[in-house]
């Protein structure tokens, strides 16, 4: 069995990759600018330390003088 056959076993339903490629197109961005992301948490609940973590990711995008932009 190759990667390749795997890989169907494992997801039967999945799409050509320039499916993927057309729904979520690169995007423009300044160069050095570093992508983050705050996902929710499995149970719901909004933890303290999830606060602590996203409130440190946004000073220090602006202590690095980045141009920081924050979206839900």
């Not at 719901?44 to 924050?70: A, D, H, L, P, V």
Request: aromatic residues 12%; contains cysteine; charged residues 25%.
């Amino acid at each position: 069995m190759d990667y390749k056959d795997l890989a169907n076993l494992i997801f039967p339903n999945a799409k050509d990759i320039k499916y993927y490629e057309e729904k979520y197109p690169e995007r423009n961005l300044p160069e050095g600018a570093i992508v983050t992301r705050f996902a929710p948490s499995p149970t719901g609940i909004c933890t303290y330390w999830r606060i602590i973590s996203i409130s440190n990711c946004m000073e220090n995008g602006r202590t690095n003088k980045r141009s920081s932009i924050f979206k839900n």
